[in-house]
């Protein structure tokens, strides 16, 4: 099982977000808040597919993510870079674990993404015992079943303002 922690913070058009048909809003003061939080998401998913929020909301869609570049290097004998990496069926995420905690601003998620499919370009120099393995061209794998845990921090201090 792979794990991730990933940390980040989301700054946007909130106004637009949370106008857009398709986002729940939860009350923070909510009895069971991280089942509404869960099923905000899901409600969210196939918007993060396109990007698309509608009310002319729109983000970078989440298929495909593209990474420029990932670069495993380790002294004169290991080197690999996968290159142009195009990633898909991430939309397909669920998320079984989820934890909220509005006095400190956070929210802990274990987060089930099956069966990524990847496309790109890679060069590798590898230098196993006596044998020298070079080589670079195209690759396509499937990456099977993962899970990642996802910290998400809120800002503090950020309030929205609504002229009325």
Known sequence: MSNARLKFCFLGKF???LAAP????????SPNLANCIKSSIEILRPHL??????NGFKI????????????????????????NVKAFKISNF?????RVNVNSFYIDAIVNIPN???????????????ANIKGEGRFKCLIGKKHFSLLYYFLKNFIIHRNR
């Open 94 to 98: 669920h998320v079984e674990k989820l």
């Open 15 to 17: 106004e637009n977000f």
């Open 22 to 29: 398709s986002f729940k809003i939860c009350p923070r003061n």
């Open 116 to 130: 990524v499919e990847a496309v790109g370009d890679y060069k590798l120099n590898l230098l196993i015992a006596l």
């Open 49 to 54: 597919k396109t990007g698309d929020f509608g």
């Open 60 to 83: 970078d869609s989440l298929e495909p993510i593209t990474i420029d570049d990932i670069l495993l290097e380790r002294g004169q004998g290991f080197y690999f870079n996968l290159m």
